[in-house]
């Protein structure tokens, strides 16, 4: 734990880790990332899942965080990125929503953090999911009304793509009840977190990326 607080006390930027971020960077500083893994990285969409078995390839590294932002997945980027992995799988930024975070903003975030990444190890391959659309009637109110700035973050990124050298992946159309913004209750029992069938269309939808 200690090399990992002194590892925050360095940053010199406003992000405040709580005690399940600081354990679990902690963790990850005893686990190698190796330049043959494949990073899965984000915040609970992330965590929540056991992809190296759903998705058959033990080369599949989880360094999901419940909670996370775009600027603690940045925070701690340097240590996933020494190891320069084949590829790495983004998931981040509806935390920074139901922050009130601006959506033009957490866009330019993500897409910083991937210029970033690029910096630290260039051969790495980078694939930014779109954020996923959710259902605040559950019990999210920090995230009522805000169903635009998914649509918003999710343009810019698919937007920028090109040019900053990543690939966007769609997982927002293949989530959406009909006729709504709203993520599918088939999907979800709480509005936000996906059921055991969300991952399994997930992984669908990431074959071809992980064989590529």
Sequence with gaps: MQDANKHIEQCGCTFEPDDLYRRRVSH????????????????????????HELLGDARIKNRGINGDTVEGVR?????????????????????????????DDIARSIVALVDYMHSLS????????SLLPFDASY??????????????????????????????????SHYIAPSTQLLSSQYTTDGLHLTGCGYALWAQLLQPYIAE
């Design 139 to 172: 019990h999210y109110a920090s995230l009522a009304g805000k169903e635009g700035d998914v649509l918003v973050i999710n343009r810019v990124l698919q937007e920028k793509s090109l040019q900053h050298h990543f690939t966007f992946i769609d997982l927002y």
């Design 28 to 51: 990850f500083a005893h686990l190698d990332i190796q330049s043959h893994n494949i990073v899965m990285l984000g915040d609970s969409l992330i965590n929540c899942c056991e992809w």
């Design 122 to 129: 260039p051969a790495t391959r980078i694939y930014v999911h």
């Design 75 to 103: 925070y701690r980027t340097e240590a996933i990125m020494q190891g320069c992995p084949d590829k790495v799988f983004i998931m981040v930024g509806i935390n920074d929503v139901s922050h009130n975070i601006a959506p």
